[in-house]
């Protein structure tokens, strides 16, 4: 099984809500990661975790929190959220930290209304 | 990580090879040259990975110049279904973050 995937597919909040992002994958991969992709821009890092611990935090704002709760799951937890934060959120993972070769789920869809 | 640069938009009719070149003139002698893909609504794909020798899959080639400067993906026989942006990305040997910096990328349309 070399699938990553993502809940929900699409997601609107209010900025005032709190809502979470779900990732899992069944490679036995220990890096996971997510990444942000705008409308017509490339994916950007945000976060990355490896062996359940975050390894890299991309200077985020605080209003993401990731959490990695066990080496198969991943989480992004949203809260007071703005417009521009409207985007696709890409996770993925990879064996481990130092390999390159990563899987990508299809991402969540978020808007911020 | 070195830069890379690659054409905006590429055209290619289904059945012919889609020739998709990628420069990367400051590449250090430690650093691959990974490939990723990424369908119009789905994450990125990863499609190959290469040093210094040509390397060959299921999917693509690639080809490295000697100098390591540019590089070329090639899909053999482009079907409708390889329409998507294509990334060219420089990566660390060894890499203790494992941090892929997506650029810009080349849009290929494959058309009948």
């Known amino acids: 099984d070399t699938e990553v995937t993502q809940t929900p597919k699409h997601l609107v909040m209010g900025m005032t809500n709190k809502k979470s992002l779900k990732c899992e994958q069944h490679?036995?991969?220990?890096?996971m990661y997510w990444y942000k992709q705008k409308a017509k821009k490339p994916p950007e890092l945000m976060f990355v975790y490896s062996y359940e611990k975050l390894s890299i935090n991309e200077s985020v704002p605080s209003r993401f929190s990731p959490e990695c709760p066990n080496s198969s799951l991943l989480n992004l937890h949203l809260h007071a959220l703005q417009p521009e934060d409207s985007a696709l959120y890409l996770c993925?993972?990879?064996?481990?930290?130092?390999?390159?070769?990563?899987?990508f789920g299809p991402g969540t869809r978020l808007t911020v209304t | 990580d070195a830069k890379t640069t690659q054409p905006t938009s590429m055209d290619c009719a289904e059945g012919r090879a889609a020739n998709l070149p990628c420069n990367h003139s400051?590449?250090?002698?430690?650093?691959?040259v990974y490939w990723y893909r990424q369908i119009h609504s789905q994450g990125p794909q990863y499609i190959i990975h290469g040093l210094k020798n040509n390397e060959t899959n299921e999917m693509a080639s690639l080809i490295i110049t000697e100098d390591r400067k540019s590089s070329t993906l090639i899909l053999p026989h482009a079907t409708l279904r390889d329409t998507a942006v294509y990334y060219c990305?420089?990566?660390?040997?060894?890499?203790?973050?494992?941090?892929?910096?997506f650029g810009t990328g080349t849009r290929l349309q494959v058309t009948l």
């Open positions: 400051t590449i250090s002698g430690n650093e691959y």
């Open positions: 490679m036995g991969h220990r890096a």
């Open positions: 990305i420089v990566t660390p040997l060894t890499g203790t973050a494992s941090k892929l910096t």
């Open positions: 993925a993972s990879s064996r481990d930290r130092g390999h390159y070769e990563q899987y």
